[in-house]
């Protein structure tokens, strides 16, 4: 093994300098090329680079010694699969030195707890290092059905910092969601308080949220105020619409309880939205039959906070999950007709 110098050819045109490492040494991972990049060891033109740094036609890369090409293995990475270290870094929308931002896949918990098994996002950060000695930590957390914006901090300054911004209000957080029927304004705000239930809700998600009015708070000392506002983006007759959601304040299941109470369930939410036969004010239950998917229609659609090193406003924008983009072809809705801050018009 030796050090080589080779040189981008113009067959290979422009392209990630990770992505040419890695069709030329298919031994190499994501986190090899990282770190060899971080170190120094790989560069390009005698200078230092980055692994998102592009390469071009006629450019020299220095490679360090590697080992040789070995059978791939479904090894495992601190306890994780192959096959989940793959899911879980293909799930990465934005990366830097600082923070990880996820589209976290419906289904897969934040983190482990009562009747949540052992396979959640934050277990599955040992395979998001990246060439970092320590796994991202979780700075906020979705329902488990819920996919979308999910952000992880790399080191614990940067944890101490979104958390901060987040607990002040300072992120915002715009949810897309289905339900049932049409609400009457099309535009507006919820803010009844919440409070939990006693005995413990379906699938060990915890205990189900009642929700309580603003004026028998008295009533409710352990009821915690909870305000939604929500935008209708398009609806399909009186049947169903595409909602637009802002949770100001960030209490457990409150976009799902905020819903149902107004009488507009999210489809699939069988928890709070009963079946698809009940009529609850003038929805019909959080199921609509036919080919739609029985899955929560619920997805953390973005995410804007100001970045914590770079002082730099960002905004993070997660697609659709596989069951709600098959939804938005059945219905004929474009995500590209519909504004991407609703509530930034009505301020």
Known sequence: ???????????????????????????????????????????????????????????????????DAAPRTEARVQGVSAADARMIQAAVLFKDEHLIVL??????????????????????????????????????????DTSGVLMLARTDRVARALSEALRHRAARKIYWAVVA?????????????????????????????????????AEHPDAKRAHTDYFTLWFLGTRLSWMALEPVTGRTHQLRAHMAEIGHPILGDGKYGGGETENMGDGWGA????????????????????????????????????????????????????????FEVIR
């Open 1 to 67: 093994m030796t050090v080589q110098t080779l040189t981008v050819t113009e067959d290979e045109g422009e392209q990630r300098l990770d992505k040419w490492l890695r069709r030329r040494f298919p031994q190499l991972n994501q986190v090899a090329v990282e770190k060899l990049c971080r170190t120094g060891q790989i560069r390009v033109d005698s200078g230092r680079v980055k692994a998102s740094d592009r390469v071009v036609p006629g450019q020299t890369v220095r490679v360090p010694p590697l080992p």
């Open 181 to 217: 029927g049409v609400p009457h304004p099309k535009q507006g705000s919820i803010k009844f308080a919440l409070e939990k239930a006693p005995g413990r809700g379906r699938g060990g998600e915890g205990e189900k949220m009642l929700c309580v009015h603003p004026a028998k708070l």
């Open 103 to 144: 589209n976290k896949p419906a289904g897969l918990p934040s983190q482990g707890g009562s009747g949540q098994g052992d396979r959640h996002v934050d277990g599955l950060a040992e395979a998001l290092k990246f060439g970092y000695k320590d796994k991202p930590k979780l700075v906020h957390r979705l329902d488990k």
């Open 287 to 342: 199921g609509a039959g036919g080919d739609l998917s029985k899955k929560l229609h619920l997805h953390a659609r973005s995410l804007t906070i100001e970045h914590p090193i770079l002082k730099k406003e960002m905004t993070f924008v997660a697609p659709l999950p596989e069951h709600m983009a098959r939804t938005w072809k059945l219905l004929d809705w474009k995500v590209d007709d519909v504004p991407a801050d609703p």
